[in-house]
Every structure is written in C-alpha cells, then in structure tokens.
Nanobody, 127 residues
Framework: QVQLVESGGGLVQAGDSLRLSCANS????????MGWFRQPPGKEREFVAA????????AYADSVKGRFTISRDNAKNTLYLQMNSLKVEDTAVYYC????????????????????WGQGTPVTVSS
C-alpha cells in the first residue's frame, strides 16, 4: 500500500523559494514513477513535473521549466519539488502522485496514469 504525505507548503512572497516534500510510507517507493500536480484556486488540476522510477528522466510543464526541480531520494522514500523564483500564478494546492506502471514521460503528464495521491499542501505566493 502506498500512502503519500506532502509537506513544505506555505505563504511566501514572489521571488522566494520553497521546497515541497512527499513522503511515502510504503516499502516500494523506488518502483514508482512520481509526479507533482497543482490545482490553482477555481481551476482544474494541472501537471507540474514528473520523474521516472529510476530518477533518470524528468519532465516539466512549460510554466515551471527552469524554475522548479523535481528529485527523489529512494533511500528516504521521499519525493521533492524545489520551487525557485515563485510567481503569484504558482499559487495552488500541490499534490504528489505515484504510478506503478512505469509509464513513459509523456504519459506521466496525465493525472489518469497515477494510482495514488497525497492530500495536497497549499502554496500561496503574494505579490
């Protein structure tokens, strides 16, 4: 069973940085490809970043490319999202998700590929 718990969200100013974490209580974290999604206020959930189960490959939404970095520490069963140069439009609830089918990076942009989701952590960026 996979249980995902996000942390690290909060209220920051534009230009600041935050690092989100997603802890997995299961034993097979290293077998899952992982993704970050976000849901801005009043909008649908959208893809942010993904990383394959080996950690060798990553993908990013155009809106965060160059500012956000996804990484994983399989020894700690933890997924990270380093967010730099935050913008007001990055305000959202951020969710991590796990995919056991080792989908390719293109597929990992789709939330339907993921079986497990965390409860979300809110990020608010003020101007």
């Amino acid at each position: 069973q996979v249980q995902l718990v996000e942390s690290g969200g909060g209220l920051v100013q534009a230009g600041d940085s935050l690092r989100l974490s997603c802890a997995n209580s299961g034993r097979t974290f290293s077998s899952y490809s992982m993704g970050w999604f976000r849901q801005p206020p009043g909008k649908e959930r959208e893809f942010v970043a993904a990383i394959t189960w080996t950690g060798a490959f990553t993908a990013y939404a155009d809106s965060v490319k160059g500012r956000f970095t996804i990484s994983r520490d399989n020894a700690k069963n933890t997924l990270y999202l380093q967010m730099n140069s935050l913008k007001v439009e990055d305000t959202a609830v951020y969710y991590c998700a796990a995919d056991s089918s080792r989908s390719n990076l293109y597929s990992l942009r789709n939330e339907g590929e993921y079986e497990y989701w965390g409860q979300g952590t809110p990020v608010t960026v003020s101007s």
